[in-house]
């Protein structure tokens, strides 16, 4: 089982359109949560940091949830330009350091 | 600011063959990363560094090596480049090992 998962998509919507991703983690270690955007052929960029009480940042969301270890991003309202590939990350410092990627989420939107 | 910078971006390369790829970063990051992309795979991470002189073995670190003589640079090298080695590389650095790394444009490396 891979450390941290996700639905490699790809998520087809229309403009407009709300869109959720979940990613789960399977270290319980896991300290620290980003979401990172990568385009076709380029490479990944922080789209935002995961916070236990959850963040907003514009029309999107993330979310924690330690229970159940998974994280979510919410896109609202998408645009054209958020055709991307969505990677989440689980970070574990204590004992053996890890900075772990999923293999990302696959978002087309559609005009 | 230039950021992370990495060189060369393309390169085709013989079995058997050696190269070294550069990453350079201008943020005075002290934590610096070599990461390889496959399809299917996501980003693994090869070797990493926590500041000059330092390095340390990531996931995948087997059939490269690293070098990090001064604290902007970090080198990834192949001594004897291996199909298997075909891949994007990315370096990528940090303020702090749990916090947001910054990548590099990549190196598209094909190995014959």
């Known amino acids: 089982r891979k450390e941290v998962e996700q639905d490699p998509g790809p998520f087809n919507v229309p403009e407009g359109a709300t869109v959720a991703f979940n990613c789960t983690y399977s270290?319980?270690?896991?300290?620290?949560f980003f979401w990172y955007r990568q385009d076709c052929r380029k490479e990944p960029k922080l789209l935002m940091s995961v916070y236990s009480s959850g963040n907003e940042d514009g029309r999107f969301t993330a979310q924690l949830n330690r229970a159940s270890q998974y994280i979510s991003l919410l896109i609202r309202d998408s645009k054209l330009s958020d055709s991307a590939t969505y990677l989440c990350v689980a970070v574990t410092t204590s004992g053996t350091y890890k900075y772990i990627f999923g293999t990302g989420t696959r978002l087309k939107v559609l005009a | 600011n230039a950021g992370v910078t990495q060189t060369p971006k393309f390169r085709v390369l013989k079995t058997g063959q050696s190269m070294t790829l550069l990453c350079a970063q201008d943020m005075n990051h002290e934590y610096m990363y070599w990461y390889r992309q496959d399809p299917g795979m996501g980003l693994r991470l090869i070797h990493y560094s926590v500041g000059e002189g330092t390095t340390a073995k990531g996931e995948v670190p087997d059939g490269y090596n690293v070098s990090r003589l001064k604290k902007q640079n970090f080198l990834l090298g192949l001594e004897s480049a291996a199909p298997s080695q075909t891949s994007v590389y990315f370096c990528?650095?940090?303020?702090?090992?749990?916090?947001?790394?910054?990548f590099g444009p990549g190196t598209r490396l094909t190995v014959l």
């Open positions: 990528a650095s940090s303020y702090s090992m749990a916090d947001t790394q910054y």
């Open positions: 270290n319980s270690a896991s300290q620290s």
